[in-house]
Structure formats: structure tokens, C-alpha cells
């Protein structure tokens, strides 16, 4: 159970244009979706929060109309990067909680976003 | 101040030794902790919750000290699979997940 896809597994663009990242949770509903940023031997970074069909609500310095984030179902959400850049160049993982007792979050795999 | 801290390591270990890691936390209304392994670009997995004092899954044992603020974990009989990186992370009662950076063990034969 608590099973969680990503798609992309990665990709590569270039500069300037926009990638979606989808997030699903298989085999539960999933109440809040959180997505999270890694940088190379660094820890994950909470972006953003949401709640399905609510805004997301970002962590400070994490530009909303940079990464629009999408939350319309119990087993759906998707991260869109606008206008990629170089820096950007991350892995992207989401997780997901049905809001149990205790918080527990479920992992995807990860997207490997490498902007060129 | 970060608010989950974890000594980075690397901790390397022969197989079949015993390894206990430590992580502190500065946010005294953290509900629950958590500790995730997460191998070399892959997602992190959960490991194992700590609610209460204590949890304990087969060789692997959660501790959690409130008064002190820290939880610890402890890897008996390691195994050359054991090698990964193990993150902690608190959980505030908005459900969100605080990491700490990661300690890395890395088991030897």
C-alpha cells in the first residue's frame, strides 16, 4: 500500500520553456500533496504545500508563478516549471499523506530535471 | 539555528557492527519523527515512525527523547545493504515535514 508515481522518471529542455511533473498517489487518496527540491549532497526542501482543490501554499523565497502547482484531485497533482533555466536543473520528488493520525508521507521516485 | 540537525558522517562501519545515529530538533511542538533511507538519486523511504519513547523493527531501533529533543537510531548487525543515506524528520501538527541534512553510512566488508 501508500504507493506514489512521478512522470517524468527525467527530462531534459531547454532554456525557456516549461515542463509539467505529475504526482499520484495509486492506491489511497491522498488529502495534501507536498513537493520538494534536492540538490546534489543536499537535503530535500519543502516548495510548497497542497491541498486538493485549494491553492498551494509555498515556503518563503519559492516563486508561485514560477512553479504553479496544481492539485485537483485525491490522487492528482502536477508541478509546472515555467520558463526553466539552467538553475532550476534539480531533482523534483512529491510526496503525498491520506492526513493520518501521525503524518505520514509516501515518496514518488523523484523527477531528474536537467535544463540546458 | 536549523531546526532538524544531523551530523552528516560519513559513518563507515565494518559489516556486522552495531551504528547509532543522532538527530536533534529545535521545534519543541513537533508531533511525530520520522526516519527515512534514501539511496543515490533515488526518493527517500520510510524507515520507521516514532510517536511515542520508542520503536523497534528487527535490527532497527527509534528513539525518541522529548526532554532532550532528539531522536536517535540504532542499526544492529549491519549489513553491506545498509549503506545509504538516513534522514530524520519532524512533522509539525500542519502535517509538514521538517529533514535534517542526512547522515551517511557507509557499511564495509
Known amino acids: 500500500g501508500a504507493v506514489v508515481s512521478q512522470h517524468p522518471s527525467w527530462v531534459i529542455c531547454k532554456s525557456g520553456t516549461s515542463v509539467k511533473i505529475e504526482c499520484r498517489s495509486l492506491?489511497?487518496?491522498?488529502?495534501?500533496m507536498f513537493w520538494y527540491r534536492q540538490f546534489p549532497k543536499q537535503s530535500l526542501m519543502l516548495m510548497a504545500t497542497s491541498n486538493e482543490g485549494s491553492k498551494a501554499t509555498y515556503e518563503q523565497g519559492v516563486e508561485k508563478d514560477k512553479f504553479l502547482i496544481n492539485h485537483a484531485s485525491l490522487t492528482l497533482s502536477t508541478l509546472t516549471v515555467t520558463s526553466a533555466h539552467p538553475e532550476d536543473s534539480s531533482f523534483y520528488i512529491c510526496?503525498?499523506?491520506?492526513?493520518?493520525?501521525?503524518?505520514?508521507?509516501?515518496f514518488g521516485p523523484g523527477t531528474r530535471l536537467t535544463v540546458t | 539555528r536549523k531546526e532538524v540537525e544531523q551530523d552528516p558522517g560519513p559513518f563507515n562501519v565494518p559489516e556486522g557492527a552495531t551504528v547509532a545515529f543522532n538527530c536533534t530538533y529545535s521545534n519543541s511542538a513537533s508531533q511525530s519523527f520520522f526516519w527515512y533511507r534514501q539511496d543515490c538519486r533515488k526518493e527517500p523511504k520510510l524507515l520507521m515512525s516514532v510517536y511515542s519513547s520508542g520503536n523497534e523493527d528487527g535490527r532497527f531501533t527509534a528513539q525518541l527523547n522529548r526532554a532532550s529533543q532528539y531522536i536517535s537510531l540504532l542499526i544492529r548487525d549491519s549489513k553491506l545493504s545498509d549503506s545509504a543515506t538516513y534522514l530524520c524528520?519532524?512533522?509539525?501538527?500542519?502535517?509538514?515535514?521538517?529533514f535534517g541534512q542526512g547522515t551517511t553510512l557507509q557499511v564495509k566488508p
Open positions: 524528520a519532524g512533522s509539525s501538527n500542519t502535517g509538514k515535514l521538517i
Open positions: 492506491d489511497f487518496q491522498a488529502t495534501t
Open positions: 510526496s503525498a499523506s491520506d492526513g493520518g493520525t501521525y503524518y505520514e508521507q509516501y
